[in-house]
């Protein structure tokens, strides 16, 4: 069992920067594929990130450049930089974790990005 808790959302202007974390329970979260998905209002919910446990990211056309996804296995957390914040990135930002065919989520973290 995987238990995930993000924090860092807020209102934050165009242009300007967040870091999310995602602190998560459990045994050998190295092992886990750890993700940061979104959905904004009336959207589905779209992979932001994932690193693997070896460290191997990949990142949605929408934000490469932009966001960086990293873990410290030794804090059990993944984090989430987002630089050069754009309106569109408004949404709510779920920390996902993969591990052995399941899939654990959190409640997640609103972002707003308003002038």
């Known amino acids: 069992q995987v238990q995930l808790v993000e924090s860092g959302g807020g209102l934050v202007q165009p242009g300007g920067s967040l870091r999310l974390s995602c602190a998560a329970s459990?045994?050998?979260?190295?092992?886990?594929?750890m993700g940061w998905y979104r959905q904004a209002p009336g959207n589905r919910r779209e992979l932001v990130a994932f690193?693997?446990?070896?460290?191997?990211?990949n990142y949605a056309d929408a934000v490469k450049g932009r966001f960086t996804i990293s873990r410290d296995n030794a804090k059990n957390t993944v984090y989430l930089q987002m630089n050069s914040l754009k309106p569109e990135d408004t949404a709510v930002y779920y920390c996902?974790?993969?591990?052995?065919?399941?899939?654990?989520w959190g409640k997640g973290t609103l972002v707003t990005i308003s002038a």
């Open positions: 996902n974790a993969f591990r052995a065919g399941l899939d654990y």
């Open positions: 459990g045994s050998f979260f190295s092992l886990n594929r």
């Open positions: 690193i693997t446990g070896g460290g191997s990211t």
